[in-house]
């Protein structure tokens, strides 16, 4: 199966300031690569995505790089809030169905 | 529409009695994931179901486990007789087309004594 690992697994940020998570994944036939975000008590939730043929995608404050040659993409939030702080977890999928979680990330806006 | 929907959200069990959770995902998506989230193994793919029909299930840990799909609109996953490793929060996600987002419930806390 797919080899997934994101860096790093804390982040603390002050408010305002940007914030970026890596993910790299080992198998080069993946084609999918969503970002979710997960609440305490919560399940997880889609934040963005983009697709094996397209190195960048924004949506406000988010955006999600894709580097297929060497096998990563990262998400980068700018102008962080209080309400950024959550687990975040990559999840490259690899054929049709599945996805495989990365570790996950703690992200913590200071105020 | 009311996302995916999973009972309990909540169980405490004794060793070796059986629990049933249960999903109904969102109307119109024909793929139904169940996964388990623990601290040291993370989030963990189960089983998922197409069309009703269980596809892959090479993440169900043991025999103990069992997951169905009568129709459309209703999961169950079966651990039976639950043990104390079994412990963790498991989540249902349902997905409309194959490759598209997945979207899931609040998730079932799971505590075996």
Redesign the interface.
Known sequence: GENVEQHPSTLSVQEGDSAVIKCTYSDSAS??F?W?KQEL??????II?IRSNVGEKKDQRIAVTLNKTAKHFSLHITETQPEDSAVY?CAP?TG????F????TRLTVIP | DAG?IQSPRHEVTEMGQEVTLRCKPISGHD?LFWYRQTMMR????LI?F?NNVP??DSGMPEDRFSAKMPNASFSTLKIQPSEPRDSAVY?C?S?RT??G???????TRLLVL
């Open positions: 084609n999918y969503p979710y008590g919560k399940g997880p939730q889609l995505d977890f999928q049709a169905n599945n996805l979680f990365g570790t996950g | 995916v793929y993370g989030l963990e793919l998922y197409n596809i892959d989540f996600a997905r194959s490759g987002d997945q979207y899931f419930g609040p998730g």
